[in-house]
C-alpha cells in the first residue's frame, strides 16, 4: 500500500459551496491535498440544511461531496476575516471558487489580485453560463438540464421531458473542474506558473452530450425522446419480461444473434429485417415486440443471468441499495468508512472510483462541523512570516 498520496503537500483553498465545486475539491482531498473550506459563520454551506433525509451527523446530501476537508468559518463582510481568507489564497496552491462571474474579485479575491502575489496559484472558477454573455445568470443544474438540450432527450415520446435522477450536470462539471486543476498543477511542475481554470455547468453538458450532439452537428439530425431505446443501436434498451423488464445492450450482430438464440428464437437472427444492426434500427418497431413474446417466459433476474452467460450484456432494473450490493458482490469495495477527529467511524460513504496499483492509502476524515478547524486555521494565518511557498502548511493542518 503507497503512503505517500499523489496531492501530499497541496493546499485547497475551497470557496465553493453545493455540489460542483465541493465534489471538485473532496476529490482533490481524497488524493492527499489538504481541503480548507470557508463557510459562513453560523450558516456555511447551503446544503448543511438540504434535507431530509440527514445522517446522525447531518445532512446526507452535504455529506457526499465534503469529506476529507477541514471548515474555516469566515465572515468575507468582515474587513479582519476578509484579511485571512486573503491570506489562505496566498498560501494556496489551488484555489476552488462558484460565485457569481466577478464577485471574488469584488472582494479582492480574485485571479489578477491574487497572482500577482501568488503566481503559482492555480484559480478554478466555476459558474452556470460562463463569465462573459451568461455571467448575470444563476447556475442550477436542472435550469441547465433544460437549456442545454439535456432534458430534451430523457423521458419517454410524447411524455413530458425528464430530468436525470440526480444532479448529473453538477457533477460532470466538477470532474471536468479536477481534470483542469490537475492539468494546470502538472503545467506548473514545468513553468512554475498558475493558470485560471475556467468550467461552466452549460458548456460541461454540451461535452458530455457526446454522440448526441454530434448527431446534429454532423447530420443535422436532432435527438429527441426516445424512453430507454438508443438512436442508433437495437436492442439496446428495457424489455418486457415475466416480471417487469430487464435491460439489453447487443453492441453487434453476434451478441444479437446469442440473444435470439437463448429467447428460443435463433430465426430473427437471419431475417433480413433484423440481420445487421442498421436493419434492426429501421425495423425496431417490429422487433421489439418479437424479442418481449420471448421473454416473457422468464424473469428480469433469471435473463440477465441466462444473457450474461451467453455473452450478451443485460442486467435487470436494480435499486441504489441494490447496485451498492452488486458492486460489492463483484470486489469493487464501493463503500468506505469515515472517522470523526477522535478516530470514531461515524458513517459510510462512497469512496472514489479510482483504483491505484499500488493500493493507494486514501484518507478517510467524516465531512467537518461548520467551523470545526477554525481555531487552528486561524492561528496559522495569523503566525507572522509564515512561509507562503506552495507544500509548506503548519503540521496543525497535516493529515493523518
Known sequence: MS????????IVADFSRVLAGPLCTMTLADLGATVIKVERPGAGDDTRSWGPPFSATGSTYFESVNRNKQSVALDLGNSEDLALARELALRADVL???FKPGGMAKLGLGYGELTAENPGLVYASI??????????????DFIVQALGGLMSITGEAGADPMKAGVALVDVLTAKDATIGVLAALTARNASGAGAHVEVNLLSSLQGALANQAQAYLGAGKVATRMGNAH?????????????????VACGNDGQFARLCAEIGEPQLAADPRFATNTARVANREVLIPLLEAGLRADT???WQARFTGVGVPAGKVAGIDEGIDYAQSLGLDPVIEVQNAEGVTVGKQIRHPISWTPRLDAPSMAPPRLGEHTDAIRAWLCKPGEPVEPGAPDPVLARS
Open 96 to 98: 476552488v471558487e462558484n
Open 300 to 302: 428480469g433476474a433469471q
Open 231 to 247: 438512436p442508433s443501436i437495437v436492442p439496446y434498451q428495457l424489455l418486457a419480461c415475466a416480471d417487469g423488464s430487464v435491460a
Open 127 to 140: 459558474s452556470g453560463f460562463g463569465s462573459v454573455g451568461g455571467a448575470h445568470l444563476p447556475g442550477y
Open 3 to 10: 503512503t505517500i498520496r499523489p496531492l501530499d503537500g497541496i
